[in-house]
């Protein structure tokens, strides 16, 4: 584990505890979760690290973090369980951590509603990374195009409102995870027009981000399940075989 200070008997922190990010570690290796730990707070977080799934699911109950670190493999409830009750009752991002990057664990947990995944074992600076990634993508507005228009979109039975963050289909509102909202607001300002995997996992996911185009497939498919009628004849996010994705409808 590359973090500073991993031989000293408690967390080495260099910034005062007001206003840190927040993030809530669910690992049940105790050296891996005492490694982490200790590496995160160095590096600026206040970490809440638990053993189990249903321990993690308690603490969410109290001071919501601002990010969850979640590990697959855990005893009892197992991470995938744990990212589907997380993501059912809101929006807060999720990085799971899994033993294999080819594994079809990572589109499980994708399609269990993660944002992100590091592969185990997992190295501090990397995890690091994409936590400040997927707090820069959730923390600010989604996307600065079309940031000035007043009046919502309509499209089909679709309503996109830009400034407020928010969709309604059939007037009714539609909650969606913030990449998933990033997503639907990137493929949409520009109706039409294809956007490759890549495109978009340099939009949505990060600036310059070298991800894994599962990222996009799994979010795709989550937000086909709340914006379309039938998700398996998408109206609105459809697929070109080849090439990407693009917004109707036309």
Not at 12 to 40: H, K, T
Not at 222 to 228: D, T
């Amino acid at each position: 584990m590359d973090c500073p200070g991993a031989g000293r008997a408690g967390p080495l922190r260099r910034w005062d505890s007001e206003n840190m990010p927040r993030v809530l570690l669910i690992e049940d290796d105790q050296a891996v979760r005492e490694g982490l730990q200790i590496a995160l707070t160095y590096q600026g977080h206040t970490v809440d690290a638990v053993e189990t799934g249903e321990d993690g699911l308690v603490r969410l109950g109290g001071e919501a973090p601002d990010v969850v670190v979640l590990d697959l493999m855990l005893p009892g409830m197992d991470g995938f369980e744990v990212c589907r009750r997380i993501r059912a009752s809101g929006d807060l991002p999720i990085i799971m951590l899994t033993a294999r990057s080819d594994d079809i664990d990572v589109v499980a947990g994708l399609e269990a509603g993660a944002d992100d995944y590091v592969v185990k074992p997992a190295q501090a600076r990397v995890l690091e990374a994409r936590i400040r990634a997927v707090l820069r993508r959730t923390g600010g507005e989604p996307r600065k195009a079309g940031a000035g228009r007043a009046e919502p979109e309509q499209h089909g039975e679709l309503t996109i409102d830009r400034q407020g963050l928010a969709v309604r289909k059939h007037g009714e509102p539609v909650t969606l995870a913030p990449t998933e909202l990033r997503l639907l607001l990137e493929l949409s300002a520009a109706p039409g027009q294809v956007l490759s995997r890549q495109q978009l996992l340099e939009s949505v996911w990060d600036q310059g981000y070298l991800g894994d185009s599962r990222l996009v497939d799994a979010c795709v498919q989550r937000l086909r399940s709340k914006i379309e009628d039938d998700p398996g004849a998408p109206r609105y996010v459809q697929t070109l075989r080849g090439f990407g994705y693009r917004f109707g409808p036309l």
